[in-house]
């Protein structure tokens, strides 16, 4: 089985952050709730001031702190659909704890306030045990991996669009979206990626595009000290969080 | 000593609580009760938990605070029930059966509260228990309070039989104490073993736990057993009042001490750390709160000033108003510290510039609010019926004199 992995080169990414919206159209999240981010960050200053950003989706850790927290194992690595970490949400109890444990802040409990008004909950009012139900919606919604639209209470994230990555051919290498065989299968923000700063693959083939660019253009993992191990890896300039200076002190620092 | 002890009346003085003022105080705290579940409930099935403050960036908040608190007093409470039914401080008998009551009250409070916050409560009941995840210290927390619960129920059932000192008393007395060891221990660790959250990541954090749960479990305990007796000592047996004139004040003295010492380490580290996800908790959200340091001076280091004097610590009326101000000291203590792990936000760019800030809603301050009420419901109807002022007779009969040897 593939250990899906996905490569992100910031020395071509923008920062448009159109990843984040093909994500959210693609899994029908609430604003806020941006299982795809991009972070902007300001170091340093004047002379040598930069602004970095960085694309953030779930790093599908390969030792997943969250997965370790979860009293019920609603949150749960699974191997055999290529070691992506999933929320089954006919177990979460809504406990919070991997929210807490996930150090790269990639867990949405979306039973809070609304980041803006017109509170987009109560125009479209939630059906058949969701939270909300848009008029679009993903048709392969699949809750014990928290696909689809979740109900009250749980805690939702990015699933590496697992409801298309499921049927990529067997033993592919990449799937790359400018291949016409498997560009269905590509996950969202990777298909939508303009510069294409993206790649996705299989990190346990050794043939695969992914690999190949994590050894010759030497692919970090962000965090990597906290020992989880991500299956995203970082290209380039830039590949590095700057230490958390509040907005008002950035002078002080 | 096992079998001479069993069976024996056990001895209590005027309890205030039994006439009016126990039905008028109960009443209120009813009122109250009724109230703040209601509205709690109101707000959580109408629009559920978007009516807490807290966010998937903040995501623990008040509640969890409160069932903190809760949890290790009532831990706390368990440990001082401990020193004269597992290790033989006889002097504090006068009050070890109020401490196992309140225990498993407060517990009792403090797991409502936690299940208000959760997503999905009635899940947690089949979800925990089949899916066995021994990895999550959550699920271990389930099983110790489990336990926990248990062994004080059982502890209370054998104290209200007036089985003392039999062997089975004993040995359940051996178990609640490990219980609660773990309980409030591994409680710790759910924080402590974060070491994405530097704030909490702390292997000595049980320690930390116990002592200030017994801290506010001790205040607790000196405000319920003054409230029991009308705030009068003379209606009190002499042993109680020979341990609240002795023993008592000066091991209160000691705990406030070592917690103000715990937080002043705690602090020292903080602030001389370069991390700023724990030196910029200390600077610019606990010290630049004006209720963090009201709660730190009032709540803690002026009760412990108070209490260092042999004089005033003596003092029915100084007691109580330092047992009132420890006891919202350690509440703002809990908040703090829970808060205090999330203000710092986490890999979040310029999209949270700053210190996340959260102010508790009106639906959390409820829930707050219930879980004390509810306590004092509780506790006003063990009062009345339970008659949780018991001690075995040699100390209810020993001569105040002979029960003020030694100090524990």
Same mark, same amino acid.
């Given at each position: 089985?593939?250990?899906?992995?996905?490569?992100?080169?910031?020395?071509?990414?923008?920062?448009?952050?159109?990843?984040?919206?093909?994500?959210?159209?693609?899994?029908?999240?609430?604003?806020?709730?941006?299982?795809?981010?991009?972070?902007?960050?300001?170091?340093?200053?004047?002379?040598?001031?930069?602004?970095?950003?960085?694309?953030?989706?779930?790093?599908?850790?390969?030792?997943?702190?969250?997965?370790?927290?979860?009293?019920?194992?609603?949150?749960?690595?699974?191997?055999?659909?290529?070691?992506?970490?999933?929320?089954?949400?006919?177990?979460?109890?809504?406990?919070?704890?991997?929210?807490?444990?996930?150090?790269?802040?990639?867990?949405?409990?979306?039973?809070?306030?609304?980041?803006?008004?017109?509170?987009?909950?109560?125009?479209?009012?939630?059906?058949?045990?969701?939270?909300?139900?848009?008029?679009?919606?993903?048709?392969?919604?699949?809750?014990?991996?928290?696909?689809?639209?979740?109900?009250?209470?749980?805690?939702?994230?990015?699933?590496?669009?697992?409801?298309?990555?499921?049927?990529?051919?067997?033993?592919?290498?990449?799937?790359?979206?400018?291949?016409?065989?498997?560009?269905?299968?590509?996950?969202?923000?990777?298909?939508?990626?303009?510069?294409?700063?993206?790649?996705?693959?299989?990190?346990?083939?050794?043939?695969?595009?992914?690999?190949?660019?994590?050894?010759?253009?030497?692919?970090?993992?962000?965090?990597?000290?906290?020992?989880?191990?991500?299956?995203?890896?970082?290209?380039?300039?830039?590949?590095?969080?700057?230490?958390?200076?509040?907005?008002?002190?950035?002078?002080?620092? | 000593?096992?079998?001479?002890?069993?069976?024996?009346?056990?001895?209590?003085?005027?309890?205030?609580?039994?006439?009016?003022?126990?039905?008028?105080?109960?009443?209120?705290?009813?009122?109250?009760?009724?109230?703040?579940?209601?509205?709690?409930?109101?707000?959580?099935?109408?629009?559920?938990?978007?009516?807490?403050?807290?966010? +998937?960036?903040?995501?623990?908040?008040?509640? =969890? /605070?409160?069932?903190?608190?809760?949890? @290790? *007093? #009532?831990?706390? $409470?368990? &440990?001082?029930?401990?020193?004269?039914?597992?290790?033989?401080?006889?002097?504090?008998?006068?009050?070890?059966?109020?401490?196992?009551?309140?225990?498993?009250?407060?517990?009792?409070?403090?797991?409502?509260?936690?299940?208000?916050?959760?997503?999905?409560?009635?899940?947690?009941?089949?979800?925990?228990?089949?899916?066995?995840?021994?990895?999550?210290?959550?699920?271990?927390?389930?099983?110790?309070?489990?336990?926990?619960?248990?062994?004080?129920?059982?502890?209370?059932?054998?104290?209200?039989?007036?089985?003392?000192? +039999?062997?089975?008393?004993?040995?359940?007395? =051996? /178990?609640?104490?490990?219980?609660?060891? @773990? *309980? #409030?221990?591994? $409680?710790? &660790?759910?924080?402590?073993?974060?070491?994405?959250?530097?704030?909490?990541?702390?292997?000595?954090?049980?320690?930390?736990?116990?002592?200030?749960?017994?801290?506010?479990?001790?205040?607790?305990?000196?405000?319920?057993?003054?409230?029991?007796?009308?705030?009068?000592?003379?209606?009190?047996?002499?042993?109680?009042?020979?341990?609240?004139?002795?023993?008592?004040?000066?091991?209160?003295?000691?705990?406030?001490?070592?917690?103000?010492?715990?937080?002043?380490?705690?602090?020292?580290?903080?602030?001389?750390?370069?991390?700023?996800?724990?030196?910029?908790?200390?600077?610019?959200?606990?010290?630049?709160?004006?209720?963090?340091?009201?709660?730190? $001076?009032?709540?803690?280091?002026?009760?412990?000033?108070?209490?260092?004097?042999?004089?005033?610590?003596?003092?029915?009326?100084?007691?109580?108003?330092?047992?009132?101000?420890?006891?919202?000291?350690?509440?703002?203590?809990?908040?703090?510290?829970?808060?205090?792990?999330?203000?710092?936000?986490?890999?979040?760019?310029?999209?949270?510039?700053?210190?996340?800030?959260?102010?508790?809603?009106?639906?959390?301050?409820?829930?707050?609010?219930?879980?004390?009420?509810?306590?004092?419901?509780?506790?006003?109807?063990?009062?009345?019926?339970?008659?949780?002022?018991?001690?075995?007779?040699?100390?209810?009969?020993?001569?105040?004199?002979?029960?003020?040897?030694?100090?524990?």
């Amino acid at each position: 089985m593939a250990k899906w992995g996905m490569v992100i080169d910031l020395d071509k990414c923008t920062g448009c952050q159109a990843c984040t919206t093909a994500c959210s159209m693609e899994n029908n999240t609430l604003p806020g709730e941006s299982w795809q981010d991009v972070l902007f960050y300001n170091a340093g200053e004047y002379p040598s001031a930069q602004m970095k950003w960085l694309p953030r989706p779930c790093m599908q850790c390969e030792n997943p702190s969250c997965v370790h927290v979860c009293p019920t194992r609603a949150t749960y690595k699974d191997p055999d659909a290529g070691g992506i970490v999933f929320v089954d949400w006919n177990k979460c109890i809504g406990c919070k704890y991997c929210m807490i444990a996930c150090p790269y802040g990639v867990r949405f409990y979306s039973d809070e306030k609304p980041l803006i008004e017109p509170d987009i909950r109560d125009a479209y009012p939630g059906e058949n045990g969701q939270l909300w139900s848009p008029p679009y919606q993903n048709p392969e919604e699949d809750w014990r991996r928290g696909i689809g639209i979740q109900p009250k209470g749980v805690v939702s994230k990015c699933t590496f669009c697992y409801h298309k990555v499921k049927h990529a051919p067997e033993g592919i290498a990449d799937l790359d979206e400018d291949n016409p065989e498997v560009k269905e299968y590509v996950p969202a923000c990777v298909r939508t990626c303009a510069p294409k700063a993206r790649y996705f693959g299989d990190l346990d083939n050794p043939e695969s595009q992914v690999n190949r660019l994590i050894g010759d253009k030497h692919g970090v993992r962000l965090k990597d000290h906290t020992g989880n191990k991500p299956q995203v890896y970082y290209l380039g300039a830039g590949a590095g969080v700057p230490a958390f200076t509040p907005a008002d002190r950035e002078n002080d620092a | 000593m096992s079998s001479s002890m069993k069976g024996m009346t056990p001895r209590t003085h005027d309890n205030a609580l039994q006439g009016p003022l126990g039905w008028g105080l109960l009443v209120i705290a009813a009122v109250v009760m009724v109230v703040s579940l209601g509205f709690g409930l109101y707000q959580l099935t109408t629009t559920g938990h978007t009516s807490f403050n807290t966010s +998937s960036n903040l995501p623990w908040g008040q509640p =969890i /605070a409160t069932y903190l608190y809760f949890a @290790l *007093a #009532s831990s706390g $409470l368990g &440990l001082i029930a401990s020193l004269p039914l597992v290790f033989g401080f006889k002097q504090y008998y006068p009050v070890a059966k109020r401490c196992i009551f309140l225990a498993f009250i407060v517990l009792i409070s403090g797991m409502l509260v936690l299940a208000l916050e959760l997503g999905h409560v009635f899940r947690m009941l089949w979800a925990i228990p089949l899916n066995l995840q021994v990895q999550s210290a959550m699920f271990w927390m389930g099983v110790f309070y489990a336990l926990d619960l248990l062994f004080l129920l059982w502890k209370f059932s054998k104290l209200q039989g007036g089985e003392w000192d +039999s062997r089975t008393a004993k040995q359940v007395g =051996i /178990a609640s104490f490990i219980g609660v060891l @773990l *309980a #409030s221990g591994n $409680l710790a &660790l759910i924080f402590g073993m974060m070491s994405m959250r530097p704030f909490w990541f702390d292997a000595l954090l049980p320690i930390y736990f116990y002592f200030t749960g017994v801290t506010s479990g001790m205040a607790a305990l000196v405000f319920f057993t003054y409230l029991a007796h009308g705030f009068q000592r003379d209606r009190m047996n002499p042993a109680l009042q020979a341990l609240l004139t002795g023993a008592m004040p000066k091991l209160f003295a000691a705990l406030i001490g070592g917690t103000l010492l715990f937080i002043t380490v705690r602090a020292i580290t903080g602030l001389y750390s370069n991390h700023p996800e724990i030196n910029l908790v200390w600077t610019d959200y606990l010290f630049a709160s004006p209720l963090y340091n009201a709660a730190l $001076l009032l709540g803690l280091l002026l009760p412990f000033v108070v209490m260092l004097s042999a004089s005033l610590r003596n003092r029915m009326d100084v007691q109580v108003l330092v047992a009132c101000l420890v006891f919202l000291g350690l509440f703002a203590e809990r908040f703090y510290f829970v808060v205090g792990g999330q203000v710092v936000p986490l890999f979040k760019g310029t999209w949270e510039p700053g210190l996340l800030s959260y102010t508790p809603s009106a639906t959390e301050w409820a829930l707050t609010l219930f879980g004390w009420s509810l306590c004092f419901v509780l506790y006003l109807l063990g009062e009345k019926f339970l008659t949780l002022g018991d001690m075995p007779r040699q100390i209810a009969e020993a001569p105040a004199a002979g029960t003020q040897a030694g100090t524990a």
